[in-house]
């Protein structure tokens, strides 16, 4: 195929670098931390966020849209989540990321957050692609679990065509036959995606691991491997985390990831 | 966990089956046939319609809304494709089937097709799964490629949730390494479906393999492993259909999967 | 590669059919039955393989050499074990096939069975693979749990390649992230394999699915999809079997599967 | 299971160091450097050993014997190989890795070498590491393509249960769909190895990526991710290297990857 597409580096040589307030994705070593979900309590949602602030995160994430494998799992609070993100960001100056799962809500999420999150079992939801790319938010596009390089960097392509081409693409890992860990996280794709796109990289090693004690060594690895930035589940009492507990971290490892990142992203 | 779930047999013994017309899916043995993708050609999409119910076919299948990796692939004919699968089910009397991928499109969906299909990729998309939930024709729902047996029979479960307990199981193959076919048929999901759940179950050896030359021993395989029906990509003329070429069969090879499919059903 | 394999087709163009007393492997269904491990009674072998045989297997199947994963379990009976197939063969008439696990016991594996079994463990021992190569017993080489087609091939090739052309492949699962089975039933292989070499095919339902009650239908699917024989792990009290009870059927089923398996290879 | 495993953390609480001469491996961050195969060009040999000493090797690597998918590549020069590498350690006084395939080689390729090597597709080649077992030299087990945590485990247990505690292990990429690396490194091992096991683990980036361009970011996310060392296929002129050239790194490479993986290790 001799078609120049929008995502890679015969496109554009350049790293793309997405400028949002002072931050700059895709050159500053960027941290997102937060709750799994966005929780019925504001004044804990401001604590965790000014913690994970203090330890140098720019973004706060958490979900008011879950996507839960059984119906009866807690689905997010929905709208009444994304009031509650708003006032964390009016209180704490974080910007806000969240996951948007219907083309109808895509509005309000846009409205509400600073970067859209797509996730893995949307990736090739093509609809919503097409939908969140017709907005102007930057959107963090998750590799679905089974999806190939060519499958993922084209579902960025899906919303870049809509004329957004703000995309951050984020490796969640990948279902393979291991079992000790919930998905298996996939670092090579970091210098495969780097030859091939311009698009700036993020990893989530809560979602990959799946285990707490793993979250650290796997977050530092992800930034030896060149990452720009880290998505992180962080809450001040994660055994009480109303969703993925187990794989949550607290603010002090939290702190302890960042330094020891910034570390190894000046040796590189 | 005691909860009994909508899809399980412990919930209900007898297997469900779904009467539409005179078809009794979950107890006849049936067979969906037709092109990939709606064309724009109604008295093609008839003349295969008429060729395919010949030889045993009581479902039509064609897609209008396409998912496809590539944004720049045929995206289906939308609304207009489903118009002509209307004129095929006038002119032949044959069931329609046919996927959604929106939300925002299940209405019109619902209106022109009698079965609907959620692909594979959506198989998690839940704003999707809930959606068709509430409306009223019998849902065919496509195993995710990375999917687990408990993520497929929950997907199940939002849709029969929402008050529609016509769910049809399709089985279209795997993620794993190896390359020789597309994906991986898992035939060993049939038995592993009729001991927890009593919904039917669909394979469609087209998808799941790939290749044409595969197709017909797929089929027979599904049969003998106790499915309840088959899902096949035909066409009058494979070489031009206007995607998945590769993997469609002729009428003629259709019509020996049949018969032998009748065949060994008689055996089991 | 313009060179054409010993195992291709574009070297050979007629099926592979090797013969052993008035057993064409290749050309009849060939049924191979019997416990996993031999145990070290007799009398129990015997009646074991007197069932098998009045239901039509002609080879009776199991272990005195066994690869375990842990070395804290039953690793066989080693030379003894052997000598109690022979005695099983003297009485019944059935052939033996059994496996060999170290390059320095392929000379006394080979004077005491018909067909020599490579584990799925050592498909790519080549050493192994190149002195089974010298003796002259056929060899049914177990397909890796996670090799490719050409891999799978290759290690046929090494063995043809010494001399012994007599080469049965055998799918017996690959290792996926499905947790319902102890592995994945890959039957597209058996049509891949059929267009790829003339060499006979035979699946093992007992391994690749790990649970009995899944063994009748994965069989039946297995002949359905043209392969040439079942291997099957069968015992009188498949609940006091030394090894692999969970996957182990009783004589019962074993002849259900052997009339049905004979009736629908005359429907193909 | 109350049982205590040798290579279990409840066995063994502290980590097991190995020393090699003033090599303490477990202790010391080691790195394993030489060309895939030995080949027949002693002064080749001694130059890149000269090279990767000077960067920081203790050890050098290179195949004597090699497993190899085809019957018609390059298969090593064995003995005569052997007989090279010992040349190169009285030459450098550089410790010599090399692997063993075949029972019947175990002693000698012990005599030849410092630590023994047991290639992923032999391990759980039972008897081979039955005889690894009994000799007294290190042996660096390699996790097999489709190995579980606990199969790896249990095949280091089959070395030390005869005898040989000095076990290391070395994770060098598990098989997946992913098609863009020749395997998938799956680095989440190291911190769930950790817990288990008191062993020593060494990442192999060379045979996990299968290629040149990935091999240095897979490296430093190794030594972020908490290894023990890294064994690397580095070659003068990898272009022209006897088997694997497209993951051979050149000695430049190599040093740069030895300097920052240095840097890292402080960090930690």
Redesign the interface.
């Known amino acids: 195929m001799t078609?120049k597409f929008l995502y890679s580096r015969e496109n554009r040589k350049e790293d793309t670098i997405i400028s949002l307030g002072n931050l700059r994705i895709g050159q500053d070593l960027v941290f997102m931390a937060g709750p799994c979900s966005v929780e019925d309590n504001l004044d804990l949602m401001i604590s965790i966020a000014k913690k994970v602030k203090d330890s140098g995160a720019k973004v706060f994430r958490a979900g008011a849209f879950k996507?839960?494998?059984?119906?009866?799992s807690f689905q997010g609070l929905g709208e009444r989540g994304l009031k509650i993100l708003n006032k964390v960001r009016e209180e704490t100056g974080l910007l806000i990321i969240t996951e948007v799962?219907?083309?109808?809500d895509v509005d309000i999420v846009s409205k509400y957050s600073d970067i859209i999150q797509i996730g893995a079992?949307?990736m090739?939801?093509?609809?919503l692609l097409?939908e969140v790319g017709k907005q102007n938010k930057p959107v963090l596009l998750k590799r679905?679990?089974?999806a190939?390089?060519?499958?993922f960097l084209?579902s960025a392509?899906?919303i870049m065509?809509e004329g957004n081409t703000n995309v951050i693409l984020c490796e969640r890992g990948?279902?393979?036959?291991?079992?000790?860990?919930r998905n298996?996280?996939?670092?090579?794709?970091?210098?495969?995606l780097k030859?091939k796109t311009h698009l700036p990289i993020v990893i989530d090693p809560s979602h990959?691991?799946g285990y707490r004690?793993?979250v650290k060594?796997?977050s530092?690895?992800?930034?030896?491997?060149?990452c720009d930035g880290l998505l992180l589940e962080v809450h001040i009492n994660p055994d009480k985390a109303a969703s993925d507990s187990k794989q949550t971290i607290d603010p002090e490892v939290f702190e302890n990831i960042v330094n020891?990142s910034l570390?190894?992203k000046k040796?590189?």
Do not use: C, H, W
């Open positions: 078609q996507p839960r494998s059984s119906p009866y799962m219907d083309t109808r079992r949307n090739q939801n093509f609809s097409k679905g679990l089974s190939t390089l060519d499958e084209m392509e899906y065509k990948i279902r393979t036959f291991v079992d000790y860990t298996t996280l996939d670092l090579s794709i970091v210098p495969a030859e990959a691991t004690s793993y060594s796997m530092l690895a992800s930034v030896a491997a060149g020891k570390s190894i040796i590189l």
